[in-house]
């Protein structure tokens, strides 16, 4: 199995970028996908979540500026930020789970690469 996250970048505060997570080595469609991100000096953090029905999770911090999403068809889970702030700058990593939304990590059994994101003026 191997996730590969893409579509980090710089951008500047108020921007928006999407993170795509392209999955191979199984289906997607009953796995939950989430996305995780370590900002400088901290520790991982769980973003968003979506789970096998397409319901979704955003953390507080998140919440009106990103969603996620998934395409079964493709193998396939975005995460769409808009309105960035220079606290997002992260290295964003998405990763799997069977059963329900969680955002503890040691659920997850597969972990991609992350992508980069920088949000600076």
């Known amino acids: 199995v191997q996730l590969q996250a893409s579509g980090g970048g710089s951008v500047q505060p108020g921007g928006s970028l999407r993170l795509s997570c392209e999955i191979s080595?199984?289906?997607?469609?009953?796995?939950?996908i989430a996305w995780y991100r370590q900002q400088p000096g901290k520790e991982r953090e769980g973003v968003s979540c979506?789970?096998?029905?397409?319901?979704?999770e955003h953390v507080d911090s998140v919440k009106g500026r990103f969603a996620i999403s998934r395409d079964n068809s493709k193998n396939m889970g975005y995460l769409q930020m808009n309105s960035l702030k220079p606290e997002d700058t992260a290295v964003y990593s998405c990763?799997?789970?069977?059963?329900?939304?969680?955002?503890?990590?040691?659920?997850?059994?597969?972990w991609g690469q992350g992508t980069k994101v920088t949000v600076s003026s």
């Open positions: 979506i789970d096998a029905s397409s319901r979704t």
């Open positions: 990763a799997l789970k069977p059963g329900s939304i969680s955002y503890d990590p040691t659920e997850y059994l597969y």
């Open positions: 080595g199984l289906s997607l469609r009953h796995y939950v």
